[in-house]
């Protein structure tokens, strides 16, 4: 904006000194006034196509890309940690769940999950299958993850935005 008004100022001061500028200031004023509507009417009509652009295309990336349940009894994501019966889970956040079209990564967040004396530990090996396809299973114990293993933990209870939950089955999956 500054620029402009001294842009005014020096036409204004030049033309006046001379005696005939009227017309020339009348030139600088008009342009200045359609730059800004211009300006004023980008900002509406680009407000206006988002708008529209949501109401058009939100049905189609609803069903391309769902929303999460709210209510989730399962999570998946990495080890970070394992300190006595609580494994720290680093997860994807449920909310982040659009692609990112700027190539950002997706949000992460680190959940605790707690095991109880009923806790299953199981680990699949994706290698080797059973007589009707699936992989085979193996009870191991909590000590035998570790920091970077993929795994998925179930609860009886929600856990879908809870920070530190209880689990009944932790499954280690080994490819």
Same mark, same amino acid.
């Given at each position: 904006?500054?620029?402009?008004?001294?842009?005014?100022?020096?036409?204004?001061?030049?033309?006046?000194?001379?005696?005939?500028?009227?017309?020339?200031?009348?030139?600088?004023?008009?342009?200045?006034?359609?730059?800004?509507?211009?300006?004023?009417?980008?900002?509406?009509?680009?407000?206006?196509?988002?708008?529209?652009?949501?109401?058009?295309?939100?049905?189609?990336?609803?069903?391309?890309?769902?929303?999460?349940?709210?209510?989730?009894?399962?999570?998946?994501?990495?080890?970070?940690?394992?300190?006595?019966?609580?494994?720290?889970?680093?997860?994807?956040?449920?909310?982040?769940?659009?692609?990112?079209?700027?190539?950002?990564?997706?949000?992460?967040?680190?959940?605790?999950?707690?095991?109880?004396?009923?806790?299953?530990?199981?680990?699949? !090996?994706?290698?080797?299958?059973?007589?009707?396809?699936?992989?085979?299973?193996?009870?191991?114990?909590?000590? !035998?993850?570790?920091?970077?293993?993929?795994?998925?933990?179930?609860?009886?209870?929600?856990?879908? !935005?809870?920070?530190?939950? !209880?689990?009944?089955?932790?499954?280690?999956?080994?490819?």
């Amino acid at each position: 904006m500054k620029p402009v008004l001294l842009l005014f100022l020096v036409c204004y001061n030049g033309t006046m000194k001379n005696g005939g500028g009227k017309k020339i200031l009348l030139a600088v004023v008009i342009v200045v006034v359609a730059v800004v509507c211009c300006y004023v009417g980008f900002l509406i009509g680009t407000k206006q196509g988002k708008m529209q652009a949501q109401q058009e295309w939100e049905p189609i990336v609803n069903v391309a890309f769902p929303k999460p349940p709210e209510q989730l009894f399962y999570l998946n994501g990495t080890v970070v940690d394992v300190v006595g019966a609580t494994i720290s889970l680093e997860i994807n956040d449920p909310d982040d769940y659009l692609p990112h079209t700027d190539g950002s990564p997706v949000a992460t967040e680190v959940r605790y999950a707690n095991l109880t004396g009923q806790t299953k530990v199981l680990a699949y !090996d994706m290698n080797r299958v059973d007589a009707n396809g699936n992989p085979l299973s193996t009870q191991i114990r909590s000590s !035998d993850l570790k920091a970077g293993d993929s795994i998925m933990v179930k609860s009886d209870a929600n856990i879908r !935005d809870a920070e530190q939950f !209880d689990v009944t089955e932790v499954a280690l999956i080994r490819y």
